[in-house]
T-cell receptor, first 110, second 117 residues
């Protein structure tokens, strides 16, 4: 059974600081997704990582995938308040189903 | 603009009642999905459908039912058999072939929040 674990589950950080969110998964997969969710809102796609070593960057966020370690990271550089949200990673599972992590609640304090 | 419309946004149910959540998409996507979100947990798959008139159970299908009579529509019924239905429900869709066809990113609706009184 595929399990996806994120840590930390809650992250409070100061503006301007850097931090990394980790996503570990238990079985082989070459496709990993990162989503953002604002409070009470839907999920918005951030990154799609399709192969080992893939790196994607958008603004202050950078995501990477290491399929051998079954690990993806979402790195936040010089955080700003607008990045406050919940971030989910999700992994493809055989049978056309995504398995989501529990989510990381990020709060950026000014 | 193309997207997914879920309704109602908020819904209250008395115990013993069935309720139906609507999900309509105009993205011409073949595959549609229903997820349940509870606080502190990731999204859990309830049902999914790859084509019209066909659907499969997800991980937590008990107490739920769906239909897929039209490509655009995938309503979810929360039955009285679902013992703990209070949650945030999200509908999603993606292109033909579902998640096995390359990077088929899910597009999500705005969600429906169901509360049992």
């Amino acid at each position: 059974e595929l399990k996806v674990e994120q840590n930390p589950l809650f992250l409070s950080m100061q503006e301007g600081k850097n931090y990394t969110i980790y996503c570990n998964y238990s079985t082989t997969s070459d496709r990993l997704y990162w989503y953002r969710q604002d409070p009470g809102k839907s999920l918005e796609s951030l990154f799609v990582l399709l192969s080992n070593g893939a790196v994607k960057q958008e603004g202050r966020l950078m995501a990477s995938l290491d399929t051998k370690a079954r690990l993806s990271t979402l790195h936040i550089t010089a955080a700003v308040h607008d990045l406050s949200a919940t971030y989910f990673c999700a992994v493809d599972r055989w049978g056309n189903k995504l398995v989501f992590g529990a989510g990381t609640i990020l709060r950026v304090k000014s | 603009d193309g997207g997914i419309t879920q309704s109602p946004k908020y819904l209250f149910r008395k115990e013993g009642q069935n309720v139906t959540l609507s999900c309509e998409q105009n993205l011409n996507h073949d595959a549609m999905y229903w997820y349940r979100q509870d606080p502190g947990q990731g999204l859990r798959l309830i049902y999914y459908s790859q084509i019209v008139n066909d659907f499969q159970k997800g991980d937590i299908a008990e107490g739920y039912s769906v239909s897929r009579e039209k490509k655009e529509s995938f309503p979810l019924t929360v039955t009285s058999a679902q013992k703990n239905p209070t949650a945030f429900y999200l509908c999603a869709s993606n292109r033909a072939g579902g998640l096995n066809s390359g990077a088929n990113v899910l597009t999500f609706g705005a969600g429906s929040r169901l509360t049992v009184l």
